[in-house]
């Protein structure tokens, strides 16, 4: 098939480089992106999944790890570091790991380290532990310890085109200023750039981020999570590097949201995510003026979390921020672009545009990667839920509002037990069971008692 991606960047550049080299000559891809728009950048950093596809676990990408760490200023990420979600100046670690029992139903040794020590659950994981003992894995074989990076995005961008355009991809520089559909928007005919250049395909991939282009085009919809997720907002900046740095994301709760602190082997990124329904934009600006000593701030931009109503619709799917926006405090972005990317190439995507384009293949994939994104909105929403109200944002937050019924649910179970893979049922292989009780444990729900009850249970 002649497949049209448009927009490069992280998510553009992954779905090109997995076609290219699941589907070896197969296809005629063509990467349309706009050097004069740039990307966002807003996530500089990933989850162990990211880590997996570049040294190759899911397909020979040819990548060399220790390589792409070097050339993207990559630095090793064990987990994240909540400061001060709930109010009183402290902080949790969540890793990115669970116990040798985080599968078993339930988690006994998580138990056992919260009696252990309340406050030291994590050190039950070999990532929790690393964290504590400051060490950082330099094997560049994931597999050993399920580690994820923190890295330049700009740079990532350049590293995963270079990969694509060597294993035949092409790439041409345009801006697109319409997109031609069918009269029933079933169907993208063609893109038409600012020189009235025309590009043709059987195919056509909506990478080009918050325009959401080709989508919008088609009529394919968007879900608003802004009840739940409020942050709408973000002020970017940077700080040279300080001493030691963590081999963690730190997130650290403000007045109306919180920031996000990324070490890349050159400079922290850093940003103020953030509700204008709360403050206004220069009111951000003068907190994070205050509490980070006047950084020197990139860009701002403004967004709605949400995903799309569909996200395949025709001959066209969505990927990336076009697909969907969810602040990012647990580096959901890119996770979820590989997802979508293995489950639509590895599924769904054949040599004939009559062999792909399939209405049950259609409805299957829209169902299965809305229950993803509707479910890490869920998991986002938890971490909020930590009793905090010393700001008008932070008793939004911890009222009932926000809530959905997964997290009611949750908050509910908690009481007396623990999350398990039996309480996720369906769910359970998109987010496993210790990445919920990392959270409901970090913000208080989960303590002494809880374990004191689980444990008692199995005996």
């Not at 103020?272 to 950084?295: C, G, H, L, W």
């Not at 969505?318 to 293995?342: D, K, N, Y």
């Not at 839920?385 to 019924?405: H, I, L, V």
């Amino acid at each position: 098939m002649k497949i049209v991606i448009l927009g490069g960047g992280t998510a553009g550049w992954i779905i090109a480089m997995t076609i290219a080299k699941i589907q070896p000559n197969a296809h005629d891809i063509t990467v349309i992106e706009s050097k004069r728009l740039g990307i966002i950048g807003a996530g500089e950093g990933s989850t162990s999944l990211f880590v997996s596809l570049i040294a190759g676990s899911f397909f020979h990408t040819g990548i060399d790890l220790n390589d792409f760490i070097e050339k993207t200023n990559a630095t090793v990420k064990l987990g994240i570091k909540h400061v001060n979600w709930t109010g009183d100046g402290t902080h949790y670690f969540a890793p990115l790991d669970g116990t040798r029992t985080a599968l078993i139903t339930p988690d006994a040794e998580f138990c056992k380290a919260i009696l252990k020590n309340k406050n030291k659950a994590h050190m039950c994981t070999e990532l929790g532990h690393a964290y504590e003992r400051g060490y950082i894995p330099t094997d560049s074989n994931p597999k050993l310890l399920p580690y994820a990076l923190h890295f330049d995005a700009f740079n990532v961008g350049e590293y995963l085109s270079n990969v694509a355009i060597q294993a035949g991809v092409k790439h041409i520089d345009a801006d697109i200023c319409d997109v031609k559909t069918n009269a029933d928007k079933t169907e993208v005919i063609s893109l038409t750039d600012t020189n009235h250049n025309e590009y043709e395909a059987d195919f056509f991939i909506d990478c080009s981020g918050f325009s959401r282009r080709i989508c919008n085009a088609m009529d394919m919809g968007w879900v608003d999570y802004s009840k739940n997720l409020p942050v709408n907002a973000a002020i970017a900046f940077q700080k040279p590097l300080d001493g030691i740095v963590e081999p963690v994301t730190s997130a650290i709760a403000m007045n109306a949201g919180w920031v996000w602190k990324i070490p890349t082997a050159q400079r922290y990124g850093m940003g103020y995510v953030y509700s204008n329904k709360f403050i206004t934009e220069q009111q951000a600006i003068d907190e994070v003026n205050r509490k980070f000593d006047n950084p020197q701030i990139l860009r701002k931009f403004n967004f709605t979390s949400g995903r799309s109503n569909l996200f395949w619709k025709g001959n066209c799917i969505s990927l990336g921020l076009s697909s969907v926006f969810l602040e990012p405090l647990e580096a959901t972005s890119i996770h979820t672009t590989i997802m979508q990317t293995l489950a639509f190439v590895m599924e769904h995507l054949h040599s004939t545009k009559e062999r792909t384009i399939n209405q049950y293949r259609i409805n299957d994939y829209n169902r299965s990667i809305a229950n993803v994104h509707d479910t890490l909105r869920d998991f986002l929403v938890l971490h909020y839920k930590g009793g905090r109200t010393d700001t008008e944002f932070w008793k939004y937050m911890s009222s009932n509002e926000p809530n959905t019924e997964k997290v009611d649910y949750l908050l509910d179970i908690s009481k007396d037990s623990i999350v398990s893979q039996l309480t996720l049922q369906q769910d359970s292989y998109r987010l496993v069971a210790s990445m919920w009780n990392w959270i409901l444990w970090g913000i208080g729900k989960i303590n002494e008692d809880t374990a004191r009850s689980v444990l008692r249970k199995l005996n």
